[in-house]
Each structure stands twice: as C-alpha cells, then as structure tokens.
C-alpha cells in the first residue's frame, strides 16, 4: 500500500516534507557537533602542546636519569675493582694501614717512618695506570711518624 501510485498526493508531500525536516534537523545537529568540537580544540590547542611538551621533558629526564644509574654503576665496579688490586698490590709492598672507599674516593691511610718510603709510595703510584693522586696531605705525628693520607682518582673515574 505504500507504492507513491496509490498514495494520495498530499499525503507523498506531507512524508517527504517530514523526510527533508528530519534531515535537515540531523545535519544541524552534526554541523553543531563538529562544529563545538573543533572550536574546544582550537580552544585547548595550547594546553595539549604544553602537555606533549612535559610528557617529552618527563620522557628525556628518565632517560638520562637511567643512563646516569648505568654510568654510576659502572664507576662503582670499576673503583671496586681496581680497589681490590691496589689493595693486594699495595699491602703486599707497603703494608698499608687503611684504604678505603667513601663516596667516589679511595682514600689510603699510612703512617711511616721516614719521608723515603713517602716518596717510593707516591712514585709507584703515579707510575701505575690505573689510578692517580688527587690530593695528598702529610701530617708529622709524634716521635718522627708521618701520616701521609691520599686521594686517589681511579681509572676514568673518581
């Protein structure tokens, strides 16, 4: 029954002018809609640059925040390890009091006798490669004893 030939025609117009109301009323809607959305983001533009920038600053902070980790660790066994082969080195020859490791130093402890054996420690040490005098202090302690106390820089690292 519903073939536009036996329909009346005031009938076809009235549903066809219901028709092109409904359309009509769904493309304000969606022209509505795109068009508030569009607008809230031209609005926020900003605000999402300025967010992607943080997230950018937060990403590349833990990156080198990772890579600092890895390099301390790195030092960290590198001093450890040319602690201990200064320390069978050194103890064996000198007969160290203390050494050892605070922070990023290694620092060496010994009291001696007389300034001769200063100067062979200070020399073999700075003949040897693997590590290298940063500060040295001398203090002259009772009864002709030197308390020679180093700093040492080891390897690349301190």
Same mark, same amino acid.
């Given at each position: 029954?519903?073939?536009?030939?036996?329909?009346?025609?005031?009938?076809r117009?009235k549903?066809?002018?219901?028709?092109?109301?409904?359309?009509?009323?769904?493309?304000?809607?969606?022209?509505?809609?795109?068009?508030?959305?569009?607008?809230?983001?031209?609005?926020?533009?900003?605000?999402?640059?300025? #967010?992607?920038?943080?997230?950018?600053?937060?990403?590349?902070?833990?990156?080198?925040?990772? @890579?600092? %980790? &890895?390099? =301390? $660790? *790195?030092?960290?066994?590198?001093?450890?390890?040319?602690?201990?082969?200064?320390?069978?080195?050194?103890?064996?020859?000198?007969?160290?009091?203390?050494?050892?490791?605070?922070?990023?130093?290694?620092?060496?402890?010994? #009291?001696?006798?007389?300034?001769?054996?200063i100067?062979?420690?200070?020399?073999?040490?700075? @003949?040897? %490669? &693997?590590? =290298? $005098? *940063?500060?040295?202090?001398?203090e002259?302690?009772?009864e002709?004893?030197?308390?020679?106390?180093l700093?040492?820089?080891?390897?690349?690292?301190?």
């Open positions: 029954m519903k073939e536009p030939n036996f329909l009346p025609l005031w009938y117009k549903v066809e002018k219901r028709n092109e109301i409904k359309f009509k009323v769904v493309i304000i809607i969606l022209i509505s809609f795109i068009g508030v959305i569009g607008f809230r983001l031209f609005k926020d533009k900003k605000s999402l640059i300025d #967010v992607n920038n943080k997230m950018e600053v937060i990403k590349l902070n833990t990156k080198k925040q990772k @890579n600092i %980790q &890895n390099n =301390n $660790i *790195k030092n960290k066994l590198c001093t450890i390890n040319i602690y201990t082969q200064m320390k069978q080195e050194l103890f064996e020859k000198f007969k160290l009091d203390d050494i050892s490791i605070k922070k990023d130093k290694v620092l060496v402890k010994k #009291v001696f006798d007389n300034i001769l054996d100067s062979n420690l200070l020399e073999y040490i700075e @003949n040897n %490669q &693997n590590y =290298n $005098i *940063k500060h040295v202090d001398i002259n302690l009772e002709d004893k030197i308390l020679l106390k700093d040492l820089k080891v390897g690349n690292y301190e």
